[in-house]
């Protein structure tokens, strides 16, 4: 006597083949939803720190403008500590200060107080007193400062108690921190109550603008920073927000069609049981608990394969492949409740999912289910229609209010993007069809019988192996949008340091020193390994009258015959070095400035409180871009050098051997001991390594979801396959050859393949540039090689796969499958 858990055992282990593979889909399914959940949860954490590691703790930053000639008191300090939400408090004041008798430099100088929330902001350690003070490491250099040493600063003598790093990839700031109640005493306006000009708020979290609206409330005069408005930060997270939200859909998108493509395949054999059991007399009830024993074990076993396979992802190999791509050490925490949540959130989807399918198709008579199991044709639907026309409708109105420049215009774009994109998606199947429909007669003119009786039969399968394709133009989505975010991210970073460093080395002249002349430019150019080096100057004030008024402006000083040799200044149209200048033609523009123009220029009298005339210029030349930042350039022979007596600020040196120029660059340092040296191929080395420290996660956990894909999906296309080989056998029997056999199956799954890839790599493309969208400041690049490299290595495998395949399936006795049929 056989029970019905018995015949739900028996039949499992009959179809053991489709049994293991909807486990292990389901298993992929659920890796793949975990290792991005976790990806999601470790980027926002790294981002936080990153962020904590530039700015600290604090949250809100208040005070005064210098130019409003007023300070914080002692009584706002211990009132702002008083409101709701706020946790901590720090006083600043803030100085430029002379050191070291230093004439021609200012540094600037912090005071602050010896609390965590200013140690968090400033990163240093030991506690301040009266005498002691702290250096940034480029401050420690110049003036040659070890901890322990001296260091007269304005007045007096302080001790050097600790030197702050420089961070990678960053310039060390010039930078004192003393105590507070020092600094203080040395600001204008300073009184015995005086608490400094700043104060450094921590509020709880989500706090932060609403104890902001209450302090301006305080005082409407108060300058009030939110840390979370700065640029940076915003930045930051829009970025996260949308790469997160795209990841979140299409991740779920292909976890969706691969779970939904292994459901299809398994009721279409469940479906057969039914079909039979229900023939041999077995009632609804009997045939609903058969199934759903059936259905509960593969879902249990699926999932808790997947959230294995998760930890072992999440905690060996994904720590193991960063190592392995030469990647820094990436953060990869594991919440465990929060894997505990999703593993039993999608087992009861799961249950649920297959309730409603085995309910809906036990109460179905025999014939009704055999005729279900074979209509297999796309249908265009009103429904569809209605919906795709209130998404467009929806999408457009997002688009627009996106344009109007509302405040959340990046998600507008974003969610109208997204919403393109799933109408798209729900039309794919319907232009495949249509494509394959139209392509029938020149594919079998072209590629022969068996291809085109391939194409033929692909047409009743497209619903079937819809599935297949929207998981790849899943991946292909996420590979695009990812792989362009990334370089992008990388080309800014590299143009940013390549804006900062002209030259393979940079020689800053930091504290100013005047007796830096253009005369060291022939010194540096007669050296072996140096190609050719220029100055540049600071930027000085000139005054420009134009009509009655007086424009107030910079200009810098450069060798302009120079520049125009190195292709970085246009040819001059005449006119004199010595009384010219040239423009921008931004500034040119705005001022109604053509070239042969002169200008009367002037210096502002102190005696007389206003600009007076000083000589005579004459527009020489128009350039597309300042230098300097300074739309007004002069050359180091123009009569302004002997007026203003520019300083040199940096000096350019090119060459192809950058360590041998600084080792002969070393006798500027000997002459002048203060001089900074820095080598662009160092900065990028460290840019580099920091850029990749904070998206190594992302790379891993990018190399884990296309691989975890492209198994899913080939097991979906090998399953598929399998399922099909009656048919197969079908057509042997009518005449096709083995050979012809294996160039029917390729010709099928290398199609959907194809297709995918196609549509994928198109649809990333215009997702990718309707997000770029969000910030054109900064325009899009494709990394068209990671692409290129992902669609070969895919239909590598998927030729290699399914060739041995179709060689088994080819070369089976053709009386065995007819038998198994």
Known sequence: ???????????????????????????????????????????????????????????????????QQKLLTASQIEEFSTLAGVTQVSSLSLAHTMVEQEKHTAFYTVGVENDDLVK?????????????????????????????????????????????????????????????DVVKAWMNNSQPQTAGIFA??????????????????????????????????????????????????????????????????????IKEQLMILRALGASVKQVGRIVKLQLSLIISFGVMLGTTLSLVVIKIWLPQLISLLHLPNAKTELPIGFILLIALSSFLILQMMTKWQVAKSS?????????ENEHLHLRWTKWKTIIVSIVGVIALLFFLQAGTGSDQGALFILLGTLLVCGILLLLIPYLFTVILHLALKPIRKVLGKEAYLACQQLMPQVRKNMPVVLSIIGLMVILTFGSSLLKTLQLNDLAYTESQYETAVKINNELNDPTITPAVIEEIEALPSVQYAYAQSNNAYIALQLGEEWLP????????????????????????????????????????????????IGSYDFAAQQDMPTGELQIIGITDTPIQRADIIVDWSSFLTAQDHPIIEDIMVETSHPEQALAELSFLEERWPALKFTDKATILAQSNEMFFQRWSLFVGVFVILIAATALGVLQTLLHTIYTKRSDYAIQRLIGLSPN????????????????????GTLLGLVLTRMLGFIDEGSPMSYDFLTLGITSITLLGATLIVFTLQGYWISRQKLANEIVEI
């Open 200 to 269: 450094l708020m921590k509020t709880d979290e989500g706090r932060a603008k609403a104890v902001g609206a209450e302090i301006k409330q305080l005082d409407a005069t108060l300058r009030v920073d939110v840390m979370s408005d700065y640029d940076v930060f915003k930045r930051n997270l829009q970025s996260l927000m949308v790469f997160m939200i795209v990841l979140s859909v299409f991740i779920l998108l292909i976890s969706s069609v691969l779970l939904l493509s292994t459901f299809q395949l398994l009721f279409y054999k």
């Open 363 to 371: 109460r179905l008579l025999p014939l009704q289910i055999a005729t």
């Open 120 to 180: 968090s902001r400033y990163h240093f350690e030991v506690n301040l007193g009266p005498n002691d003070a702290i250096l940034s490491e480029n401050v420690a250099r110049l003036f040659n400062k070890r901890v322990g040493d001296s260091i007269h600063i304005q007045s007096k003598d302080f001790i050097v108690q600790e030197i702050l790093p420089t961070m990678k990839g960053t310039d060390s700031p010039n930078i004192i921190l003393l105590a507070n």
């Open 553 to 600: 402006e910079n200009y810098t000083t450069i060798d302009i015959e120079k520049f125009i040799q190195l292709k970085k200044l246009p040819e001059i149209e005449g006119g004199n070095l010595r009384d010219g200048l040239v423009v921008t033609k931004h500034f040119a523009e705005r001022h109604h400035l053509t070239v042969g123009d002169r200008l009367t």
């Open 1 to 67: 006597m056989f029970t019905m858990r018995n015949i739900a055992l028996k039949l499992f282990r009959a179809a053991w083949a489709n049994v293991l593979t909807s486990i292990s889909i389901i298993a992929i399914s659920i890796c793949l939803v975990m290792t991005m959940t976790v990806y999601i949860w470790n980027a926002n954490s790294q981002m936080k720190a990153d962020i904590q590691a530039l700015y600290g703790e604090m949250d809100l930053m208040v005070g005064y403008n210098p130019d």
């Open 740 to 759: 012809g056999l294996m160039k029917l199956i390729l010709t099928q799954v290398l199609s959907f393949v194809l297709y995918g890839l196609t549509v």
